[in-house]
């Protein structure tokens, strides 16, 4: 739930990305779908029809992954975190789904890269969404800004070993990558 350190500027970007995603996404099935995300019951193949529900995400759990990393992450991908669970963000990169029973599975599974490929830590890159073309994780490069406002970077793992080579520049912060996404999904209409 989006609480009062958001500020507003932030919530009225992540209430839009929300509304345009649900008003564009028809109706949403997905796999292992959270009961009380749960519209009606699974298929034979266990798909099930899933509705967004408040997160239950707390700034504290999010200030304890900032404390292992070291930096701040971006407050806008905060207010992703905290505000809405969210399934099948499947965009221009896979942003991490929050589902309700385990809201940080997959952004920790993104984090888990900088633990198993040193590539990341070296240059201070922090994975937190994947290619949709399975390249390579996208990231917060936060060596580049004082602030937590980062830019983003898609690393192409193929590449991780060549000297040099730091990810190519995908979008000026977490904000701009959300505006493309919704310029993705209206231009579908």
């Not at 500020?7 to 995603?21: A, C």
């Not at 509705?51 to 806008?76: F, T, W």
């Not at 004082?146 to 060549?162: A, C, E, F, K």
Request: aromatic residues 12%; negative net charge; glycine residues 6%.
């Amino acid at each position: 739930m989006l609480n009062d350190e958001i500020s507003l500027h932030n919530k009225k970007v992540i209430e839009k990305f929300v509304d345009t995603f649900l008003s564009n996404s028809g109706e949403g099935f997905a796999l292992e779908v959270p009961t009380n995300m749960m519209v009606g019951s699974p298929d034979a193949d266990g798909w099930a029809e899933w509705k967004p529900v408040d997160s239950p995400l707390k700034e504290s759990d999010l200030a304890k992954i900032e404390e292992c990393l070291g930096h701040s992450l971006p407050d806008l991908f905060k207010a992703y975190l905290l505000y809405k669970c969210l399934l099948m963000t499947d965009f221009v990169v896979r942003l991490p789904q929050t589902p309700s029973n385990e809201p940080l599975k997959e952004f920790n599974q993104y984090l888990a890269l900088r633990d198993s490929n040193l590539f990341f830590g070296k240059n201070m890159l922090v994975p937190f969404a994947y290619d949709a073309n399975d390249a390579g994780p996208a990231c917060f490069d936060v060596s580049i800004s004082d602030t937590n406002d980062y830019p983003v970077v898609i690393v192409d793992m193929g590449r991780t070993h060549v000297d040099g080579y730091r990810g190519e520049k995908g979008w000026r912060n977490f904000e701009e990558l959300l505006n493309v996404i919704m310029q993705d999904m209206e231009s579908y209409n």
